[in-house]
């Protein structure tokens, strides 16, 4: 079976742009998170969705994040504008509610902002 | 205060040692603990849960302490591959998919 699915796996852009990361969570899986590590902060929830639906954003740094969940098999995380200090690994990860709450991680995505 | 602390290490043994990592908790009410294990730009593994009655996988051994409020893993006759960061994990009672993770404890396993 597939794993979580990211791209890119590896983004490089300016100070300013747009930039949009994709995640295709494990079939059946009914939650889906995005997490962001640092070597400062740690591995940090950003945001989860339940059934498609946004539970709890308060990890969401600031208005320049938005993450969507349109259907139960995608979701994005966009920055708009992006900063330096958005350099980080972003991790998707789903589980199914059921149990038992293990939470697989997709491979990631590395963005450096210059 | 952070919900999870961790060690960060590194922990540096020789091939074959014990070695115990401890993390501590600050949610009392806390259900639900795993180690989590990330190797150097990989993204992170569930290693194991941690139940109340502690259990053992192998070489590791994991243990809950609610008085204290910390859980610990144990590796024994350490390996090479083991070198890896290793994250403690606790589920609030209140929401079963939240996790919590520490920053980890560095461990690195030498020849």
């Known amino acids: 079976d597939a794993g979580v699915i990211q791209s890119p796996r590896h983004e490089v852009t300016e100070m300013g742009q747009e930039v949009t990361l994709r995640c295709k969570p494990i079939?059946?899986?009914?939650?889906l998170f995005w997490y962001r590590q640092t070597m400062m902060r740690g591995l940090e929830l950003l945001i989860y969705?339940?059934?498609?639906?946004?539970?709890?954003d308060s990890g969401m740094p600031e208005d320049r994040f938005s993450a969507k969940m349109p259907n139960a098999s995608f979701s994005t995380l966009k920055i708009q504008p992006s900063e330096p200090r958005d350099s980080a690994v972003y991790f998707c990860a789903s589980s199914f509610y059921q149990g038992p709450y293990e939470q697989y991680f997709g491979p990631g995505t590395r963005l450096t902002v210059t | 205060r952070k919900e999870v602390e961790q060690d960060p290490g590194p922990f540096n043994v020789p091939e074959g040692a014990t070695v115990a990592f401890n993390c501590t908790y600050s949610?009392?009410?806390?259900?639900?603990f795993f180690w989590y294990r990330q190797d150097c730009r990989k993204e992170p593994k569930l290693l194991m849960s941690v139940y109340s009655s502690g259990n053992e996988d192998g070489r590791f051994t994991a243990q809950l302490n609610r008085a204290s409020q910390y859980i610990s893993l144990l590796i024994r006759d350490s390996k090479l591959s083991d070198s890896a960061t290793y994250l403690c994990?606790?589920?609030?009672?209140?929401?079963?998919?939240?996790?919590?993770f520490g920053s980890g404890t560095k461990l690195n396993v030498k020849p």
């Open positions: 969705f339940n059934n498609n639906v946004p539970i709890d």
């Open positions: 994990v606790v589920n609030p009672m209140l929401n079963f998919n939240k996790f919590y």
């Open positions: 079939s059946g899986h009914d939650y």
């Open positions: 949610n009392s009410a806390s259900q639900s």
